[in-house]
């Protein structure tokens, strides 16, 4: 059983940045692949990016291509989301979760852990 906890949501100006970390339990998560998702009110939740085990791969959502930036520490069991320039648009509540597979993907069905996730709200 692995647990997620979110941290670092909150209100921020457009504009501005934010920087979301996910904290994992067990011996394992370094084995694991990592994402991050969101879901704004009435929408279903949407891939935003993800990080291989090692690190040494990642993948974002083209909405978020040069302003959010996922990173991960193994030696912490952490991941990180930074997102910069965020937009009103971005406003949601995010969530980590974890795919014991490995592999870097962006369909939520295929991850196995999630967390409670964290808001992060955008004023204009």
């Known amino acids: 059983q692995v647990q997620l906890v979110e941290s670092g949501g909150g209100l921020v100006q457009a504009g501005g940045s934010v920087r979301l970390s996910c904290a994992a339990s067990?011996?394992?998560?370094?084995?694991?692949?990592m994402g991050w998702f969101r879901q704004a009110p009435g929408k279903e939740r949407e891939f935003v990016a993800a990080?291989?085990?090692?690190?040494?791969?990642?993948s974002y959502a083209d909405f978020v291509k040069g302003r959010f930036t996922i990173s991960r520490d193994n030696a912490k069991n952490t991941v990180h989301l930074r997102m910069n320039s965020l937009k009103p648009e971005d406003t949601a509540v995010y969530y980590c979760?974890?795919?014991?597979?490995?592999?870097?993907?962006?369909?939520?069905?295929?991850?196995?852990?999630w967390g409670q996730g964290t808001q992060v709200t955008v004023s204009s």
């Open positions: 979760a974890a795919d014991i597979s490995g592999f870097v993907r962006a369909t939520a069905y295929e991850y196995d852990y």
């Open positions: 067990g011996r394992t998560f370094s084995s694991y692949a």
């Open positions: 990080i291989s085990s090692s690190g040494g791969y990642t």
